[in-house]
Each structure stands twice: as C-alpha cells, then as structure tokens.
C-alpha cells in the first residue's frame, strides 16, 4: 500500500497562474482532507470531503476550490494563485465518513508550493 | 472554538535526556487527542492517540496520558535519541458537523544532540 499520494512535490508559480494539487489513497478511506502548513501556525484545514460526491468549507478556504473526483482522489486547485498561498500543501485521509468511525488521519507526504 | 496550545520551541537535548512536551487544550465535550512528528522533508505521522479521559497512548518509547481535569495531553520520553529529532504536532479531534477534522498546535521542534 502507497497509503496517501500527492503530486506534485515541488512546484514554483507566478502570481495569477492557476495550478492544480493531486491527491490520492489506496486505503479505501471515506473521508478526504486539505490543509496547509505555515511556519509557526500548525496547520490549518482549507477543505474536507466526508464522502465521494460531498465537500466542505474548512477554516482557510478562501483562494481554493477542490474535487472528489471518486472515493480515491482529491485535488485542490488554485485559480489565481497569489503569494500569500505560498505554503507546503498536505492531504490526509480518515477511514470514517460523517457519521462515524475512526477518527485517526493518515497523511501524505506534502507538495511544496511557492507563488511569485 | 477548539483550540491547542503547546510548548514554544525550539527544544534541545543531549541523546539520553528526558522530554517532556506540553500540550494544553480547549474543547467542548470529548474529543480525541493526538501526537503527530513531522521529521524533516516529510509528511505527519501518527506518533500515539487517546480518546478518552485517563486513556494513555504510547508508541516508540513515548507516552502522552489524556488528563481532563488538566484538559492536557503532554508528551514524555524518558531517554531520547538523535533519531527522535523532529517537529512535534499535538492535536484534537472533534466531530464538528461531520467533519472530524484536526486541530493543531503550532509544533514544537526538537533537536537531539549526540
């Protein structure tokens, strides 16, 4: 098992190029989750999928959009991209959906993003 | 709202020290608790849980006891090692509106020096 996936690893943008963020598990997890790393900040969730066809706003989602493109895939796209979303990108995945289950998230290893 | 406070780092010990990380949270009801470690250039790894008062996780020669009255979850080692040298996450976990999503404190960094 790869557990969670993320592509890219590193990726440099200028200001208002759009990029896409790709997410993927193995682990038949229901639920899905974005979150954004920031020196001295913890991180910060920007958007969750409980389930495939469903997603919600998380703390820090403005600037962001994301798909549940089937119960395996996430990606977060970034339209405009400005220097303030520059960040390192983590998803994670939770075996439970919004009713239940564990609620342990299992993360992948990060996609590094820098806006000029 | 949900929050985690923990130790301002950085942190650093010479290898066989011990360590204590502390971890205060705010919560309503029960929630779940968690220490992630991030080692450098990689993602967060579950490192131990709890999910009830008095519950004690331990994995790796670490231990966090989930203590209510204190609201707290402080991480302990008792002898470290150049290899634990990290960024340590503590975490809570609510079911807010399905969403059982984390929250995190802002990471303590350690270093262990031989």
């Known amino acids: 098992n790869a557990g969670v996936t993320q592509t890219p690893k590193f990726q440099v943008l200028k200001t208002g190029q759009s990029m896409t963020l790709q997410c993927a598990q193995d682990m038949n997890h229901n639920s899905m989750y974005w979150y954004r790393q920031d020196p001295g900040m913890g991180l910060r969730l920007i958007y969750y999928s409980a389930s495939e066809g469903t997603t919600d706003k998380g703390e820090v989602p403005n600037g962001y959009n994301v798909s549940r493109l089937n119960k395996r895939e996430f990606s977060l796209r970034l339209e405009s991209a400005a220097p303030s979303q520059t960040s390192v990108y983590f998803c994670a995945s939770r075996e439970g959906d919004r009713w239940g289950g564990t609620d342990t998230q299992y993360f992948g290893p990060g996609t590094r993003l820098t806006v000029l | 709202g949900n929050s985690v406070t923990q130790m301002e780092g950085p942190v650093t010990l010479s290898e066989e020290a011990f360590l204590t990380i502390n971890c205060t949270y705010t919560a309503t009801g029960y929630p779940s608790l968690f220490w992630y470690v991030q080692y450098p250039g990689e993602g967060l790894q579950l490192l131990l849980k709890a999910t009830k008062a008095d519950d004690k996780g331990s994995n790796k020669g670490f231990e966090a006891t989930y203590r209510k009255e204190t609201t707290s979850f402080h991480l302990e080692k008792g002898s470290v090692q150049v290899s634990d040298s990290a960024v340590y996450f503590c975490?809570?976990?609510?079911?807010?509106?399905?969403?059982?999503?984390?929250?995190f404190g802002k990471g303590t960094k350690l270093s262990v020096i031989p």
């Open positions: 975490a809570l976990s609510r079911s807010g509106a399905g969403s059982y999503q984390l929250t």
